[in-house]
């Protein structure tokens, strides 16, 4: 995966950094876009909206592939340990850099961190302090279970 990951603006980090739970979620391109379509038109006519950020995924298995046991744990070190760059964060977790780099890169683009440049060096942030995972077994009555790693 390349570095294709626009960077943000210095508002958008400091808004990031105000927050302190990401939710990751499962729900269809249906839902999804249902959701969209329904924070846009409670937009227009000037309701608030939640604004507590979140991520979903089409699908269990793409959750499961992209947030592994070894990226939650490259994560919680990178909030933890507040890695200066991508080359330490993976001496942190004792990882081959490209892996590291190539995993970070994914969750950039994904919105779970971001990166600060400074010269040549990219210091990876990871913006919440909690991670909650709600899993819908069954989206007709609303049920579900969550987790946080």
Request: hydrophobic residues 35%.
């Amino acid at each position: 995966m390349n570095d294709t990951t626009p960077p943000l603006h210095p508002m958008e980090r400091e808004q990031l950094r105000a927050e302190s739970t990401l939710v990751v979620t499962v729900k269809s391109s249906g839902e999804f876009h249902g959701d969209i379509t329904d924070s846009i038109e409670a937009l227009e006519r000037g309701e608030a909206e939640d604004s507590t950020p979140t991520l979903s995924f089409t699908s269990y298995d793409d959750l499961m592939e992209t947030l592994t046991p070894r990226v939650l744990d490259l994560i919680k070190a990178i909030r933890r340990e507040e890695p200066s760059s991508i080359n330490e964060a993976a001496r942190i977790v004792d990882r081959d850099v490209k892996n590291v780099h190539e995993e970070l890169s994914c969750l950039a683009q994904l919105g779970i961190i971001f990166f600060e440049e400074d010269g040549q060096s990219k210091r990876p942030v990871v913006w919440f302090d909690e991670l909650v995972i709600t899993l819908p077994f069954d989206p007709e009555t609303g049920g579900t279970a969550t987790t946080a790693p």
